[in-house]
């Protein structure tokens, strides 16, 4: 699925389904909620931490969640994530296309 699409369906589902979207300052707090949840579950699955019981570790679903959020605030704030991911390739590619085979700390 293409970003545009994406956003398209997700679109579609809030008007059918969703009623209305959330007000931006609701889903920037529904966002750092599903990041939180994502970091627990990297935290118990690659940390030091274990899962509690009855305590599920489902990354890909928390990864889908924080992607719906973010997928949402795009939406209601105008953001075109396709043009901000290529504006974000051309940013990083201009920025660091030496720096990470230099650092020593990537090719010790």
């Given at each position: 699925?293409?970003?545009?699409?994406?956003?398209?369906r997700v679109?579609?589902w809030?008007?059918?389904y969703?009623?209305?979207?959330?007000?931006?300052?609701?889903?920037?707090?529904?966002?750092?909620?599903?990041?939180g949840?994502?970091?627990r579950?990297i935290?118990?699955?690659?940390?030091?931490?274990?899962?509690?019981?009855?305590e599920?570790?489902?990354?890909?679903?928390?990864?889908?969640d924080?992607?719906?959020?973010?997928?949402?605030?795009?939406?209601?704030?105008?953001?075109?994530?396709?043009?901000?991911?290529?504006a974000?390739?051309?940013?990083?590619?201009a920025?660091d296309?030496d720096r990470?085979?230099?650092?020593?700390?990537?090719?010790g």
């Amino acid at each position: 699925m293409e970003l545009k699409e994406l956003q398209e369906r997700v679109d579609r589902w809030i008007k059918q389904y969703g009623v209305r979207y959330f007000s931006e300052l609701t889903n920037m707090a529904c966002l750092t909620e599903e990041v939180g949840e994502l970091a627990r579950v990297i935290s118990r699955t690659y940390g030091d931490q274990s899962f509690k019981s009855g305590e599920k570790a489902d990354l890909a679903e928390e990864m889908a969640d924080v992607l719906w959020v973010l997928t949402c605030l795009a939406n209601q704030t105008g953001v075109d994530l396709t043009a901000a991911i290529e504006a974000s390739f051309a940013k990083k590619t201009a920025r660091d296309h030496d720096r990470h085979r230099q650092n020593p700390k990537l090719n010790g």
